[in-house]
Each structure stands twice: as structure tokens, then as C-alpha cells.
């Protein structure tokens, strides 16, 4: 590909050759090859028109860059853009050959339940007997071949994104399903701005990342993005070499206030699709039975009533599961086959994920970090203890502070002993984070059923002992994260399969 035509959907001032050859894409000049173009993006930390010189020196043909103050030598192709950091997905799409044309793309956003629900959409679709692949915060999947996401984004950077829609084609996926961030969907950031998107999905919208968005309105504003992003894909659409033209679809929670601003930003010729468990919905759930082991309801849909018995913990699923079934509702899934499907899920990894080993009362593993969360997952968790509810997490080390004392009171009030452990101390003194948090226990009443157990293993160790018949033990902070964070690197983690051997260790090892 010449320069001049990856540049043909981006603004810009070109200087020198547009037609020089072009043989890949990269905003990190450590991973410039030769014949690359180069594209210098202003970041947190960082200024890439500073390594404009390292890309140059191995091998990088062409550059793209914001800064007029900072261009590339005079002799080397460029072109000047008002954003480098929102250009990169146009410039990726082209490089890959717009892959999203050929695809069937839902995007799923929302403060809680993208990584579930997007999870579950995809295996709704998969229903349908059509290969799928997905993007989440948990793990990648691209057809048959599912693999965990250690980048710690939610949503990859634009050049990744593409790439990944340009393999879910070659693989011949007819869906893919993109947990979308706010962040990656803000226009001042755009890393989804070319994934072409036939379907919109909104789970809930709380206050959240406000230190990036600056307000609730500019959070649920660029939330709003993906449902503007309907209007710019493309009506018909080439998927397995044949042109279609996929519905258009929003979708959204009707419980949640915010609905009609949702239906709204899709703008005109826009399907609309509501889900709810309380407000009158096109799909909606009843007679809802949640208990630590698994969760029963029925969902009516404008095609039947369908009863479903599911091995997922925790009510708050019921949306997760509603919002995936109004994806295959819209893309005209057998819903009774789509159902089995979700039946035979065990768990979401790191999503209130059951560890079953035979042991007479429930371990769940969340990723639960915030007191929002805690909040949630412990008040829902509390009716359904028969016995106590033993907690086991801690708080992240160089990050927000004032949750932690907040962290340990909730869980003084819901839980009936307590165990802090690292989560991610990185720089601070691990037993500084704890005995923050020991201070929200002690305000609560309960610093006598709290124990400080810095080593994350030996602390789950400990509540597994202690765990009776009937109790509920929650491991929460890590869920999926595949590391804890220390000051001098990283510790390989994996919590579910600590819990299995710790279990194991006290005699549990048959899988009911």
C-alpha cells in the first residue's frame, strides 16, 4: 500500500512522496520494521514525536504526527493530522482492509457487566452455529481459538483492534462482539471509531472514571458514542463474500434511567430493543429464584417464554443475560438453542466464578475492587449465606486511597470475618494498604474478625480453613489478572487455580 492511500479517510497536510511503499503500521517506535510508517501520538506519559528520530533510524519510511512544532526531517514523507492518537484508527482500518465491513459488529458498553455480557452475546451468537470472536477485558476470542487479554485494557489500541477484526475474518467469524470503554469510544481518544457497528448494547451507567471525562454528562456522552457509530456503518455490508445488509439495532437497559438518552444518540433508522426486569420491556424477566448456587427466571421475548435454570451466582446476571439474548433476539437466534448454551456456563472468569471441588460451602471469585462494587456484590451475596461470609481482598498500592478505609467498613457491615491481603501494593508498603483498610473494619465493629495476611496464597488458605458448611468464602480484587503488582515486578497469579489447590490441599478434589 502506497502512503498516500492509508492516509485517504484521515485530514491531513502531506509533505514529500505519498506514493513511497508502505509495509506496516506503528505507534511505538520499539516496534518499528523497516518500511514502516510511524505515527507519534501524545500520550499520559510520553510524547511520540520524540522518538520520531529512533523510528527513523530503524527503518520507518513515512510519519504521521499532530505537532507542527516537531516534524520529521524535511526529506521524510509525512503528513500532518490534527490528532495523531484519533487518526490511528482510520489509518489502521485502511492498513487492514476495513475488516469491520465484513462482520457483523455489536458493541457492548456500560459501567458494570461489558466483560459478562459481552461473554455471554458471544456465546448466544455461537448459538447460531456461526463462528464468533470477541474482545473483553477478561479474554480474546477469535473463532475456535479463546486466549486471556494480559494487556490490562479493557479495549486494545486502534491498531490492535483492526488487526484483531482483520484475523476474526480470515478465520471466518460472521459476529464479532467489542466490550467498549468509554475511554476507547471517547472521540478524543477513538480507538472504535472505525469498527462499523450493526448493533449497540448499554448495560447500566453509573458515576465512574470521572478523572478522564471530567463529568457524568461527558461519561454518558461518550458512552453515547457507540450509539452514534450505527449511523456511520456502512448499510450493506460483504460478509462470507456475500452483501447483506444487517439490522441496525440499539439496545438498552429500560430499568436504567438513562435509557431514552441511548435510543436517542442512535439518531433516525435505528432499531430500538429494551430489556428489564422491572420496567414494561421487549425482553424481560420474571419469577426470578437466585441462590449460591445458580440462578432460575423466566424470560418473556416478542417471540415466547423461555425458562432458564443457570449455573451463574448472583442476580445481577439476569441483565448480563437478558442484554445477550436481545442481541440473538435481533439477529434472529433459535433463543431455545441459545439458552442451552448459557445453561452449561459454569462462570465468567474473575465474574462472581464458582470454584467447585466438592467442599460443602461456596467459594466465588469477583474482581470486585471498588466500594460500588462491594457494595453489590456483598449485599446481594448476604441473603443468600446460610452460614457466615468470610472476605478475602485488599487494595491496589499507588492508586485511590480514600476507597480503602470506605473498602474495609462495607465489608465490616456485610461479611462475618474479613482477611486484607496484597492485591497490587506496587510501590507502598503492603502492611500500609491493609492497616488502611483494617481502619474501615475497625469503624464498622469488626476489627476482631479481621485478620492482616499480606501473602495473597496463605490468605486464602486461611479462609478456606476456616469455611464451614453452608458459609460463602469470596475472593475478590484480582478475578481474572493473571499478576500482582510489586515494587520490584511482577508475581505470576492466577486465583482460581490457588483456590483449586488450596482446596485440594484440605481433602476437596471431586468435581460434583
Known amino acids: 500500500m502506497q502512503f498516500q492511500e492509508l492516509l485517504s479517510d484521515v485530514a491531513h497536510t502531506l509533505h514529500g512522496d505519498g506514493s513511497v511503499a508502505v509495509a506496516g503500521i506503528a505507534y511505538d517506535s520499539r516496534r518499528v520494521e523497516p518500511g514502516f ?10 510524547d511520540g514525536h ?3 528520530p529512533t523510528a527513523l533510524a530503524q527503518g520507518a519510511v513515512a510519519i504521521v504526527y499532530d505537532d507542527p512544532a516537531q516534524p520529521p526531517p524535511a526529506e521524510v514523507p509525512s503528513a500532518l493530522v490534527e490528532n495523531a492518537k484519533v487518526a490511528l484508527s482510520a489509518l489502521a482500518a485502511a492498513w487492514y482492509g476495513y475488516p469491520a465491513h465484513a462482520l457483523d459488529v455489536v458493541g457492548i458498553t456500560g459501567t458494570k457487566g461489558k466483560t459478562t455480557t459481552t461473554f455471554l452475546t458471544a456465546a448466544v451468537l455461537e448459538a447460531s452455529g456461526s463462528a464468533v470472536g470477541f474482545m473483553s477485558t477478561v479474554d480474546f476470542k477469535i473463532a475456535g481459538q479463546q486466549w486471556a487479554n494480559k494487556t490490562r485494557q479493557s479495549t486494545p489500541e486502534a491498531l490492535e483492534v483492526q488487526a484483531m477484526l482483520r484475523d476474526m475474518v480470515d478465520a471466518g467469524c460472521r459476529y464479532a462482539v467489542v466490550e467498549s470503554t468509554s475511554h476507547a469510544l471517547s472521540p478524543r481518544w477513538n480507538r472504535l471509531g472505525d469498527c462499523a457497528f450493526d448493533a449497540a ?7 465512574e472514571h470521572l478523572d478522564y471525562h471530567g ?6 456522552n461518550d458512552k453515547a458514542e457507540l450509539f452514534r457509530l450505527l449511523a456511520a456503518s456502512p448499510a450493506t455490508k460483504t460478509i462470507h463474500g456475500h452483501a447483506e445488509q444487517p439490522r441496525k439495532v440499539a439496545i438498552v437497559n429500560a430499568d436504567d434511567p438513562n435509557a431514552h438518552f441511548f435510543l436517542s444518540a442512535a439518531g433516525a433508522g435505528v432499531e430500538h430493543l429494551t430489556y428489564a426486569v422491572n420496567a414494561p420491556a421487549d425482553v424481560r ?6 441462590t449460591s448456587r445458580g440462578l432460575q427466571f423466566t424470560v418473556e421475548t416478542p417471540v415466547g417464554a423461555y425458562d432458564l435454570q443457570l449455573q451463574l451466582v448472583g442476580q445481577f446476571y439476569v441483565y448480563n443475560v437478558l442484554a445477550a439474548l436481545s442481541v440473538g433476539l435481533a439477529r ?3 433463543l431455545a438453542a441459545a439458552i442451552k448454551r448459557l445453561e452449561v456456563i459454569s462462570g465468567i472468569n474473575g465474574r462472581m466464578d464458582q470454584v467447585l471441588q466438592g467442599q460443602p460451602f461456596s467459594v466465588l471469585i469477583d474482581y470486585a475492587h471498588n466500594p460500588d462494587s462491594f457494595e453489590q456484590v456483598m449485599g446481594m451475596m448476604r441473603p443468600l449465606t446460610t452460614g457466615r461470609m468470610i472476605a478475602v481482598f485488599g487494595s491496589a498500592g499507588e492508586r485511590d486511597r480514600e476507597k480503602r478505609a470506605l473498602q474495609g467498613a462495607i465489608a465490616a457491615r456485610w461479611c462475618d470475618y474479613i482477611i486484607l491481603t496484597d492485591e497490587d501494593p506496587r510501590g507502598e508498603d503492603r502492611m500500609t494498604i491493609l492497616e488502611a483498610i483494617a481502619m474501615g473494619v475497625e469503624e464498622g465493629g469488626k476489627r476482631d474478625a479481621c485478620q492482616l495476611i499480606p501473602d495473597r496464597r496463605a490468605a486464602i488458605r486461611a479462609a478456606l480453613q476456616m469455611a464451614q458448611a453452608g458459609d460463602i468464602v469470596l475472593l475478590l480484587g484480582k478475578g481474572h489478572e493473571g499478576s500482582i503488582i510489586y515494587a520490584d515486578g511482577d508475581i505470576a497469579w492466577d486465583e482460581r487455580a490457588v483456590a483449586c489447590a488450596e482446596l485440594a490441599a484440605l481433602g476437596y478434589s471431586a468435581t460434583p
Do not use: C, M, W
Not at 37 to 46: D, N, P, Q, R, S
Not at 201 to 207: A, E, P, R, S
Not at 215 to 220: A, G, H, M, V
Open 285 to 290: 424477566a420474571t419469577n426470578i429464584i437466585a
Open 201 to 207: 448494547v448499554i448495560t447500566n451507567i453509573t458515576h
Open 332 to 334: 434472529g437466534v433459535d
Open 37 to 46: 510508517v510511524f505515527v507519534a501520538i501524545k500520550g499520559v506519559h510520553t
Open 50 to 52: 520524540g522518538y520520531i
Open 215 to 220: 463529568s457524568f454528562e461527558q461519561y454518558r
